[in-house]
């Protein structure tokens, strides 16, 4: 199970016990929001891309959505999502608790800007209906991530 692979991942840094588990659904941004108790902005949410040949997951806020123009500029691609078998496959957690922790090797990671007006957010923890609380800087440690990045866009006042 998905969430197992994350609570191992996430056993590293003594957190396996910070992950909390919903009776319902907390896949998409609002039903994580309602489950946790916070804005929606606050869910770290995680989507799944190919880049040429590596698959690569970046976490946005909640109330951030892709911004293709930077994406572009900072992979040299346009965005390709993968689809929901590809994800499971790839990755190695299907889509509604995709998350950073436990994935398969040769996956990139990266965190977008979106994050940094927060002191903590909310991603999935490797199913449908769990998450866990980080502090950016536990966020960054814990999911091995390459870096920040400016991709998403809607979140900007005026934008």
Do not use: Y
Request: glycine share 10%.
């Amino acid at each position: 199970m998905s969430i197992e692979r994350a609570r191992a991942h996430l056993a590293q840094f003594g957190a396996e016990g910070r992950i909390r588990e919903f009776e319902e659904s907390s896949a998409t941004v609002e039903l994580a929001a309602a489950a946790v108790g916070t804005e929606p902005a606050r869910i770290a949410k995680t989507l799944s891309f190919m880049v040429g040949d590596t698959p690569t997951l970046i976490l946005f806020a909640g109330d951030a959505r892709v911004n293709n123009q930077a994406f572009k500029a900072a992979f040299h691609t346009k965005p390709k999502m993968l689809s929901r078998d590809r994800a499971a496959e790839l990755v190695g957690h299907e889509v509604g608790g995709v998350c950073p922790f436990g994935v398969e090797p040769g996956v990139d990671v990266f965190l977008d800007e979106s994050l940094r007006r927060f002191e903590s957010v909310w991603p999935a923890a490797g199913s449908s209906n769990s998450a866990i609380e980080l502090t950016l800087d536990e966020l960054e440690r814990f999911s091995g991530a390459r870096g920040w990045v400016d991709v998403a866009k809607g979140w900007r006042e005026g934008e």
